[in-house]
């Protein structure tokens, strides 16, 4: 059975289920922040593959070339290192 599909869907709609949240959050306290649920679609994608699948830095680069957006490798970075460490423990 295919594990990269359903992770990187798993992964999207719970990251744009916190994403809406926190727009909503943010939203709601006063503070003028601009979030987008799909910024954290992405990360929360890169992160349930990441844990399913152990793969780091080709998952990072698979997601950059998906995104073309610079300034979220950072992000896509940290999602998979720290999704990757609670696997492994």
Known sequence: ??????????????????????????????????????????????????GVCRVTISLVVIMYELTSALQLIVPFMIAVLTAKAVGDH
Do not use: W
Not at 8 to 21: H, Q, S
Not at 32 to 41: D, F
């Open 1 to 50: 059975d295919g594990l990269f599909v359903p992770s990187l869907y798993t992964g999207a709609c719970l990251g744009r289920c916190v994403g809406i949240c926190a727009r909503l959050l943010t939203r709601n306290t006063g503070v003028q922040a601009e979030l987008h649920p799909g910024v954290y679609a992405m990360v929360g994608a890169a992160a349930v593959l990441g």
